[in-house]
T-cell receptor, first 115, second 115 residues
Framework: AQSVTQLGSHVSVSEGALVLLRCNYS??????LFWYVQYPNQGLQLLLK??????LVKGINGFEAEFKKSETSFHLTKPSAHMSDAAEYFC?????????????FGQGTELSVKP | DAGVIQSPRHEVTEMGQEVTLRCKPI?????LFWYRQTMMRGLELLIY????????DSGMPEDRFSAKMPNASFSTLKIQPSEPRDSAVYFC?????????????FGEGSRLTVL
């Protein structure tokens, strides 16, 4: 069965500092991997996705993630945090052979940005 | 463009009452998902449909939960009878395409409180 593990339920950084949110996946087949963001009282929005092209994926709002098969990781980074980045971030995995787009989400990491 | 529309946004009910949550997916999308979000369990996939047909309902907690998709533009999630432990935010999401590229479009959620 597929799964994702997000290390750290809460991460706090200062404005301008590096953001690093960790995600490790488990999948018996080559996966598709995703990062979603959820702002308060809203649904989730796609930040970026890995679907077997370049292993370094760039997303919206300056975020990027690197797929590392040897480490079964897909960590999310941003060089310089902004106050508006404060939100909850979810890593997700899907089976490429999966009909219809079923995603399995991690538990989420809440990012706080201090001024 | 209209996104995924859910109603009601908030519902407060008493234990034992029937609850019906509604979802209108994005026009042209052929997959629809119901997720439940709680602090304790995170985001759980309850059921998903492809071309109006239920594909996987293994996440539906128990027989008190049922979901239907009578046509491509409407789905319901019903809880009967409701219990306090059903209190959560219920999200509907839709996507397009048979193969999984994974971009789900989420509604803003229905926050259910069962007293």
């Amino acid at each position: 069965a597929q799964s994702v593990t997000q290390l750290g339920s809460h991460v706090s950084v200062s404005e301008g500092a590096l953001v690093l949110l960790r995600c490790n996946y488990s999948s018996s087949v080559p996966p598709y991997l995703f990062w979603y963001v959820q702002y308060p009282n809203q649904g989730l929005q796609l930040l970026l996705k890995y679907t077997s092209a370049a292993t370094l994926v760039k997303g919206i709002n300056g975020f990027e993630a690197e797929f590392k098969k040897s480490e079964t990781s897909f960590h999310l980074t941003k060089p310089s945090a902004h106050m508006s980045d404060a939100a909850e971030y979810f890593c997700a995995v899907s089976d490429r052979g999966n009909q219809g787009g079923k995603l399995i989400f991690g538990q989420g990491t809440e990012l706080s940005v201090k001024p | 463009d209209a996104g995924v529309i859910q109603s009601p946004r908030h519902e407060v009910t008493e234990m034992g009452q029937e609850v019906t949550l509604r979802c209108k997916p994005i026009s042209g999308h052929n997959s629809l998902f119901w997720y439940r979000q709680t602090m304790m369990r995170g985001l759980e996939l309850l059921i998903y449909f492809n071309n109006n047909v239920p594909i996987d309902d293994s996440g539906m907690p128990e027989d008190r939960f049922s979901a239907k998709m009578p046509n491509a533009s409407f789905s319901t999630l019903k809880i009967q009878p409701s219990e306090p432990r059903d209190s959560a935010v219920y999200f509907c999401a839709s996507s397009f395409g048979r193969t999984n590229t994974g971009e789900l479009f989420f509604g803003e959620g229905s926050r259910l409180t069962v007293l």
